[in-house]
Nanobody, 129 residues
Protein backbone atom coordinates (compact mmCIF):
# COMPACT_ATOMS: atom_id res chain seq x y z
CA UNK A 1 0.00 0.00 0.00
CA UNK A 2 1.27 3.47 -0.91
CA UNK A 3 0.21 6.53 1.02
CA UNK A 4 0.49 9.95 -0.60
CA UNK A 5 0.60 13.23 1.30
CA UNK A 6 0.12 16.51 -0.54
CA UNK A 7 1.22 19.91 0.74
CA UNK A 8 1.72 23.42 -0.52
CA UNK A 9 -1.80 24.50 -1.33
CA UNK A 10 -3.18 27.87 -0.31
CA UNK A 11 -4.60 31.18 -1.42
CA UNK A 12 -2.85 33.18 -4.12
CA UNK A 13 -3.73 36.10 -6.35
CA UNK A 14 -4.17 35.65 -10.07
CA UNK A 15 -0.82 35.69 -11.81
CA UNK A 16 0.93 34.26 -8.78
CA UNK A 17 2.68 30.95 -8.21
CA UNK A 18 2.45 27.96 -5.92
CA UNK A 19 4.42 24.74 -5.62
CA UNK A 20 2.66 21.59 -4.52
CA UNK A 21 4.51 18.61 -3.13
CA UNK A 22 3.46 15.00 -2.81
CA UNK A 23 5.48 12.66 -0.63
CA UNK A 24 4.99 8.94 -0.92
CA UNK A 25 5.27 6.56 2.01
CA UNK A 26 7.09 3.74 0.27
CA UNK A 27 10.17 3.36 -1.87
CA UNK A 28 8.16 1.13 -4.18
CA UNK A 29 6.67 4.32 -5.59
CA UNK A 30 9.86 4.63 -7.61
CA UNK A 31 8.36 2.24 -10.13
CA UNK A 32 5.07 4.14 -10.30
CA UNK A 33 3.96 6.84 -12.69
CA UNK A 34 2.87 9.88 -10.68
CA UNK A 35 0.47 12.64 -11.49
CA UNK A 36 -1.91 15.36 -10.41
CA UNK A 37 -5.65 15.69 -10.86
CA UNK A 38 -7.92 18.47 -9.69
CA UNK A 39 -11.56 18.88 -8.85
CA UNK A 40 -13.42 22.16 -8.67
CA UNK A 41 -16.78 22.48 -6.86
CA UNK A 42 -19.57 20.98 -8.93
CA UNK A 43 -17.19 19.61 -11.54
CA UNK A 44 -15.69 16.24 -12.32
CA UNK A 45 -12.17 15.35 -11.35
CA UNK A 46 -9.87 16.23 -14.23
CA UNK A 47 -6.38 15.31 -15.31
CA UNK A 48 -3.71 17.98 -14.87
CA UNK A 49 -0.34 16.35 -15.47
CA UNK A 50 1.65 13.12 -15.15
CA UNK A 51 5.27 12.00 -15.10
CA UNK A 52 6.81 8.62 -15.86
CA UNK A 53 8.58 6.64 -13.15
CA UNK A 54 12.01 7.75 -14.38
CA UNK A 55 10.94 11.34 -14.98
CA UNK A 56 11.77 11.30 -18.68
CA UNK A 57 8.22 11.67 -19.96
CA UNK A 58 5.68 14.27 -18.90
CA UNK A 59 2.12 14.95 -20.00
CA UNK A 60 -0.08 17.98 -19.47
CA UNK A 61 -3.67 19.00 -19.94
CA UNK A 62 -3.99 21.72 -22.56
CA UNK A 63 -5.35 24.11 -19.95
CA UNK A 64 -2.08 24.11 -17.99
CA UNK A 65 0.56 23.70 -20.69
CA UNK A 66 3.24 26.35 -20.45
CA UNK A 67 2.17 27.33 -16.93
CA UNK A 68 2.55 24.17 -14.83
CA UNK A 69 5.59 21.92 -14.51
CA UNK A 70 5.69 18.47 -12.95
CA UNK A 71 8.91 16.97 -11.62
CA UNK A 72 9.98 14.20 -9.28
CA UNK A 73 12.83 13.51 -6.90
CA UNK A 74 12.96 9.76 -6.47
CA UNK A 75 15.60 10.06 -3.75
CA UNK A 76 12.95 11.83 -1.66
CA UNK A 77 9.94 9.81 -2.86
CA UNK A 78 8.42 13.15 -3.85
CA UNK A 79 6.71 14.64 -6.87
CA UNK A 80 6.25 18.38 -7.33
CA UNK A 81 3.85 20.59 -9.24
CA UNK A 82 5.11 24.09 -9.95
CA UNK A 83 2.17 26.29 -10.89
CA UNK A 84 2.85 29.69 -12.43
CA UNK A 85 0.61 32.38 -13.92
CA UNK A 86 -2.29 31.03 -11.90
CA UNK A 87 -5.84 31.87 -12.94
CA UNK A 88 -9.08 31.87 -10.96
CA UNK A 89 -10.19 28.85 -13.00
CA UNK A 90 -7.29 26.89 -11.51
CA UNK A 91 -9.10 26.96 -8.17
CA UNK A 92 -9.71 23.37 -7.10
CA UNK A 93 -8.67 20.61 -4.77
CA UNK A 94 -5.50 19.09 -6.20
CA UNK A 95 -4.90 15.37 -5.78
CA UNK A 96 -1.68 13.45 -6.13
CA UNK A 97 -1.94 10.02 -7.74
CA UNK A 98 0.38 7.06 -8.24
CA UNK A 99 -0.18 4.23 -10.67
CA UNK A 100 1.76 1.19 -11.79
CA UNK A 101 0.83 1.70 -15.41
CA UNK A 102 2.02 4.39 -17.79
CA UNK A 103 1.94 8.12 -17.12
CA UNK A 104 0.42 8.66 -20.54
CA UNK A 105 -2.56 6.53 -19.52
CA UNK A 106 -3.47 8.89 -16.68
CA UNK A 107 -4.68 11.47 -19.13
CA UNK A 108 -7.12 9.14 -20.86
CA UNK A 109 -8.70 6.95 -18.18
CA UNK A 110 -12.49 7.27 -18.08
CA UNK A 111 -12.92 6.89 -14.34
CA UNK A 112 -9.67 7.94 -12.67
CA UNK A 113 -10.92 7.48 -9.12
CA UNK A 114 -11.45 3.77 -9.70
CA UNK A 115 -8.86 3.06 -12.39
CA UNK A 116 -5.74 4.58 -10.81
CA UNK A 117 -4.03 2.82 -7.94
CA UNK A 118 -3.37 5.33 -5.14
CA UNK A 119 -4.63 8.80 -4.25
CA UNK A 120 -3.72 11.45 -1.74
CA UNK A 121 -6.26 13.33 0.36
CA UNK A 122 -5.95 16.50 -1.70
CA UNK A 123 -4.84 20.06 -1.06
CA UNK A 124 -6.90 23.17 -1.73
CA UNK A 125 -5.66 25.77 -4.18
CA UNK A 126 -7.62 29.02 -4.37
CA UNK A 127 -6.78 31.73 -6.88
CA UNK A 128 -8.40 35.10 -6.32
CA UNK A 129 -9.08 37.53 -9.13
Amino acid sequence: QVQLAESGGGLVQAGGSLRLSCEASARTVLSYAMGWFRQAPGKEREFVTAISWGGRSTYYADSVKGRFTISRDNAKNTVYLQMNSLKPEDTAVYYCVADLRTAQRMGVVRDPASELNFWGQGTQVTVSS
